[in-house]
Nanobody
């Protein structure tokens, strides 16, 4: 019953910055790869960035050079720093975690509740 809770979404002007946060709560689990996705209206959810337990990162599409993903293993948290935001970045952003139970050894994917980011022109 591990949960991801997001915060930090909101309204920002084009060219501005915003930071999203996501923290995992619960017990007896290990967090593996963390990721951020986003979903535009009427489109499928798409991958934005990933980060492994050791801190290796990958970025996808138009966010390269503008967004930075990071994590704090002690807090079981992941962050997305978004700079030089454009109206085209307006979407619902979701954090995602691959976790393993330390009692049953079962792997599963869990999702945050979603955060709306609106970039005005």
């Amino acid at each position: 019953q591990v949960q991801l809770v997001e915060s930090g979404g909101g309204l920002v002007q084009a060219g501005g910055s915003l930071r999203l946060s996501c923290a995992a709560s619960g017990s007896r689990f290990v967090v593996n790869t963390l990721a951020w996705y986003r979903q535009f209206p009427g489109k499928q959810r798409e991958l934005v960035a990933t980060i492994t337990r050791s801190g290796s990162t990958n970025y996808f599409g138009s966010v390269k050079g503008r967004f930075t993903i990071s994590r704090d293993n002690a807090k079981n948290a992941v962050y997305l720093q978004m700079n030089s935001l454009e109206p085209e970045d307006t979407a619902v952003y979701y954090c995602n975690a691959n976790i393993q139970s330390t009692s049953t050894y079962r792997y599963q994917e869990i999702w945050g509740q979603g955060s709306l980011v609106t970039v005005s022109s």
